[in-house]
């Protein structure tokens, strides 16, 4: 069985093994036994499982191991399809994939050793919303415009989207009064929605309500569109995101280095 995917997490496992966790093309988790995939040995090769990196893998169905309880499928061959050659070289946006992995390892659903790769899922979304950022992410850094909130804001748009939870952008969640019309809109994330100036009190977050309407329509390619967002309005996305999937920012190592 042929696998592709995403590297999003690794373990050194014993002197020169590793093991992996992919982000595959169907939206699914696969977790890999990777024989001498530390590199090293005799010519000191370095690793090709480096984070973000897209492999293909060849499993030989018969062939996992299990270890701690998980279900590992134990790799034949392998190649490197593609990586991101520039991220490791800027830290934040090296922090900034780990936030991607971080969070699409509490959601995505795992891959069963021994099941066929199967596609045109519900969960077939995240693996391009994922995959898309990190290849503009990495042309951004080659391109010398990269810009890190630009990047987290379109990233946690598009995530939202393919999980079908998108808060409404167009009318208030309490009197149902077009948002666009109302003077102030203010963003609830532990309610998910937005709220006109007549129903609530808080900061006044128009612009940013217009931001996520903008990055809801940009495609991954055009990001240098999404213009003056940053941190702050990133982090209110990541809120609700958590919220939803009852997570807490602060229990994420990459969220800690970004927002400290
Ligand atoms: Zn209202």
Redesign the pocket.
């Given at each position: 069985m042929l696998f592709e995917g995403i590297v999003i997490h690794r373990v050194p496992y014993k002197e020169r093994d590793l093991i992996v966790k992919l982000l595959l093309r169907n939206g699914l988790l696969g977790s890999f036994y990777i024989y001498g995939g530390q590199g090293g040995g005799k010519h000191h090769k370095p690793t090709v499982f480096e984070p973000g990196s897209m492999m293909k893998i060849h499993v030989r169905e018969t062939k996992t191991r299990s270890l701690e309880g998980a279900e590992l499928m134990v790799a034949q061959e392998y190649t490197r399809v593609w990586e991101p050659a520039h991220v490791r070289y800027n830290i934040q946006a090296f922090y900034l994939i780990c936030l991607y992995f971080e969070l699409v390892l509490k959601i995505a659903p795992v891959q069963h050793a021994g099941e066929d790769q199967l596609s045109g899922g519900e969960t077939e979304g995240i693996f391009s919303v994922v995959s898309n950022a990190l290849f503009h992410l990495e042309g951004s850094l080659s391109k010398n415009d990269f810009d890190a909130p630009q990047q987290l804001m379109l990233f946690m748009v598009k995530l939202l989207f393919h999980m079908g939870i998108m808060p409404d952008t167009d009318h208030?969640?309490?009197?149902?009064?077009n948002l666009l019309e109302?003077t102030s809109s203010t963003f609830l994330p532990a309610e998910g929605q937005f709220?006109?100036?007549?129903?609530?009190t808080g900061e006044n977050e128009k612009g940013f309500l217009l931001r996520v309407k903008k990055g809801f329509q940009t495609r991954f390619q055009d990001y240098a569109e999404v213009m003056g967002t940053n941190f702050h309005e990133a982090d209110r996305l990541i809120q609700y995101f958590c919220h939803q999937f009852h997570l807490k920012p602060m229990d994420l190592r990459s969220y800690k280095l970004l927002f400290k």
């Open positions: 208030c969640g309490y009197c149902r009064s109302a709220a006109c100036g007549n129903c609530t």
